[in-house]
Structure formats: C-alpha cells, structure tokens
C-alpha cells in the first residue's frame, strides 16, 4: 500500500468541523469516489472531528490518499489529547452520549466507512482511524 | 476569532403563513443553533402555520444538523406550526439511513411544491391556483 497525499488539519475551533469536512469532500473528489461514498466519508468525518473538539478539547485530523494496487482509498486518523473513552464499547453504542449529538457519533461513522479502529485510555486521548475505498 | 463571522445569518423568508429557509451554505455548528433560535422567534412574531426548510444546497446532513432539524420540528409544532424538511439529496437520504439517524417527527417531501401542498394538506387549506394548476399534469 502506497500513501500518495497527505494532509493535516488542526481541529481547534467549531468552525474547524466544516473546515475538515471541506477538505474530505475535496479529497474524495479528487480520488473520483462516488457522489455516495464521498457523502459517507464525509459524514463520518464530520462525526469524528465534532467528537475530537467536544470530547477531545481538539486536536488534529491526518488524511492520507492510499493506492493498493488499482484500487484508491482514503484514511482519516483524528488524534487528541483528552481525557480519554473509559467504555469503548459503551461508546460505541447508538444513543450513549454525553456531549450534545444524537450518540450516534462513533457508531454511526462505523457503518459509513469500510475499516474503522479506535485506541483510547483515560488521561491519554483517543485516536480513531477509518477508511473508505473506491 | 470566531468562527464564519457573528454577522453570518440564515435568511427566514415570509410566505404568506408559511416561513422559507433555504440552507444555502456548509451549516457549522453555531450557525444552526442560531437557526434554531432565530426561527423559534419568527414563528412566534409572525404566527405562521407552516416552516419549509429547503435543504436541497446541503451536502451532508450528520447527526447534529439532524438533532438541529428534529428540534425546530418539535419547537414548531409546540408553536402550533408545522415543518416540512424538502430537496434532501438522495445521497445524503442513503448516508442518513446507515447513519442511523432516526430524524423524529421531521416530515419531509421530495422539493419545495410538493412541501406546500404537503402543508396545505394538513392545515386544510387551499393550496394558491397556480400550484393546483401545476399538480394536475402529474
């Protein structure tokens, strides 16, 4: 697997969501993912940058553009350095919340994306990483 | 500094009873709890019976803006309006499906006619003739 672009976005502010979900859209444009695809990874961008500003007290999100073969993908990893997921799969069950979504964030961007892994312990922030391919 | 501007606002147009917002840009977060706020007072100053919100410029809807929608839907209809959501791009229906968001008590139609004769239809009024006029080549 071959990364052939990368970008990094500091999610800092609230107006860094719309921000990242730009540059996603942008991306999966550019890859020519389809008008579907590029709305769920969008969509779960835009869930997982929202989780790293409420939950994580920001941070930063890593776009990577990947090349296996013939197939294209793109890989997104949000980093912060907050305090952390007790329960990560507490956290990942529809309805549990604790900020002001629907508690679909981590679950929902699960179904929209092809490969999804988070790490996260209390006191050492939480890292998630999803990709989608074309 | 503050993120899009304080300035930056949502227009609500009049319609006769009805209020229009048309969600022409990338909604962030703020901006659609001013949104919220905003049509809860015109509702209230102006009595209208009906809120059209067209979402068809909207590229994603996540579980925020959909909490967003929900509540304007719920503060209308404590405000004795209804709210039809119209112009949802068949993308963003796909993605809110496996989202799983279950969009409570937001009704939609599939554009902007078709949600004032939606609400014309549940208030019992008449929709004007030219839209009567409009529906029968269907």
Redesign the interface.
Known sequence: MIVEGSEKIAIRQSGDIVRVRQIVRHWSVRLRFSIVDQTKLVTAASELARNTFEHGGGGICVLESLMEGARAGLRLRFEDEGPGIANVDLALKDGYTTGSGMGLGLGGARRLVDEFAITSHPGQGTQVTITRWR | M???GLAERIPILRMGEFLLVTIQV?????LAIRLQEELTQRISATRAKGVLIDITAL??????I??ILGNIAQLSRVLDAQTVVVGM????A??LV?????LPGIRTALNLERGIALLHAALGTSPPAESRHDRRGE
């Open positions: 503050d993120e899009g990338d909604m962030h977060d703020r590229d994603i809807v996540d579980s925020f959909g909490r791009q068949p993308a963003v796909i993605t496996e989202l799983g968001l279950p």
